[in-house]
């Protein structure tokens, strides 16, 4: 992994500058096209621990434009591992870019209805082996966490009054808040519709008693996980022609909309200084065809 490329973009528009708020973004994405940022910082630890128990494959589940299957497939092989897919809905004749990347990178895929994938303890069962080293869907769980907690050590972040980041398991969120600072705020923007599960999910993975200053906000869904209206896909195409910044139509657009939302509500208090994770994911962008979004 090349955190050399990493950097932090200052973003200038009236709308942060007439409230005196400052929005700096941690550009993840920029770690490697495929293997999307926050993924990198999250599989670490499992990878490790597979490598400790010396199995010989790693194996999880997604669906077909899964950011972590493919972020999967990449790390396993970077660690002389094999790995396993198991993915939701049937194959359908086309493979979506996501899954031909993973197959190229040697992961094995098994199609399962959507209604078998519900049951993940059966599939583990139907398809587990001994060397098998099981990741859950999208990553969840302790390790992934301390894995995102290194994402505020690559770069300086001691200065910012809120660190703000897109929420999906709540993993990465976690991750953020173990390795914050006290005074600093953590605020995630949750992609999917009214999983009011979430932070209950991410105060799992945090030790007992950590003073957590946690907060998930549930506003920008633009219809439910995946979802991705016109009006999102605009916003995308604006912030890319204005501040040079591409943003994924699953998490980081809607994480961007409502953080600029949020200042116009005045959310943040006036001096803010906003830290935003650029958690990557612009992969998933082309499930929209080619011609939608050029970036
Ligand atoms: C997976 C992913 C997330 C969500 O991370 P969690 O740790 O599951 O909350 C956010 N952004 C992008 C681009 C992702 O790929």
Redesign the pocket.
Known sequence: MNFDNIKIDNIHADWLSSKEITLDVLRL?KIHPII????AF?LKFYIAEALLHSKSTIATFGGAWS??IV?TAFASKMAGLKSVGVIRGDQLPDLSTTLSSAIAYGMELYFVTREDYKDKEQLMKRYDSSDFFWINE???GEL??KG?AEILQIVDTRNYSHIV???????????LSRSSLPQQQII?IS?MKGNFELEQQVINLLPKNNAYKLSIIHDYHFGGFGKHPQQLLDFIKEMNQNHQLPL?I???GK?MYGVKDLVSKNYFDTGSKLLI??????Q?NSSLGDKVLTF
């Open positions: 994405d999307s940022g926050n993924k999250k950011n972590h972020a999208g990553g969840y992934g966490a995102a980041a897109s929420v999906g398991t709540g993993t990465m969120l976690a991750g995630g992609a994924d699953v998490y980081t994480l994770i650029h958690s990557g994911g612009l998933g």
